[in-house]
């Protein structure tokens, strides 16, 4: 194991960007090596305090799905791996930076869309959907309960915000005026097709995936390319499915503990408004929020 990498330092390759938790390197004109850090955000905020290994985690949950989703598996879509060796574009001094946490991908033109699947009532969605019986423009039975699984997995869709801004849900009609009728509508059949696929084998691991989030881009000949990570803790809402019960949210795979600290945290004696600067996280929820990460791990590729 490398040390923690809460910032990463390539200075062998131009940096084209850093997301809340990848640094993004450009390799000539068509390749990008995209490191992912040990950063932990919540409300669209970076802590200061890393998540041991938590890059390096994410990258390999990131791998094992691309493996099982690309042409190598079920084939569902295109992927952005371009299957070489991150350590092979960056200097032997940079090697620890990048080993086990790294991708080097293909550079594509990405879409404006955050790709949203969820298969249970819960978040941002139950809200929309106690205010007015919909999520996304898309209808749902009454009654339906907090944590309700779905009859069947909905596309609800986001436009990507910037960092530090909230991704804000759309319809899917919206998203035809932005991407046009057909590559809107393979975007959203694609990835209920790639949510399917995962959320039952993932179920018989006992872990439900509640709802997801991909995202697209299409290379130089126009072709539909799955992207950036895929079906993470960070991009996922897993729940342990010993613990489901409808009516309330079970504990999640994720940084919920984080979350819930932060609820309570107080900055200069007030309630944090959820804005730079974080609080200090204490040391006990780090190593919780780092277990949780491990143990979605190691049930899925048990």
Known sequence: MTSTVHTSSITSLPLLARGKVRDNYAVGEDRILMVASDRLSAFDVIMNEPIPGKGRLLTQMALFWFDRIGPKGLNLCPIHLTGEAPESVVTATERPQVEGRSMLVKRLTPLPVE???????????WKEYQSSGAVCGVALPPGLKNAARLPTPIYTPATKAAQGEHD??????????????????????????????????????????ADTKFEFGLDKDGTLTLMDEVLTPDSSRFWPQESYQEGSNPPSFDKQFVRDWLEQAQVDGKPWDKTPPAPRVPEDIIERTAAKYQEALARLTA
């Open 115 to 125: 790709a949203v699947v969820r298969g249970y009532l819960a978040g941002s969605g």
């Open 168 to 209: 804000e849900n759309i319809t899917f009609e919206q998203t035809v005026t932005l991407l046009g009728a057909e590559l809107a509508g393979r975007v959203r059949d694609t990835s209920i097709a790639i949510y399917q696929a995962a959320s039952a084998f993932a179920l018989s691991k006992g872990i439900i995936i």
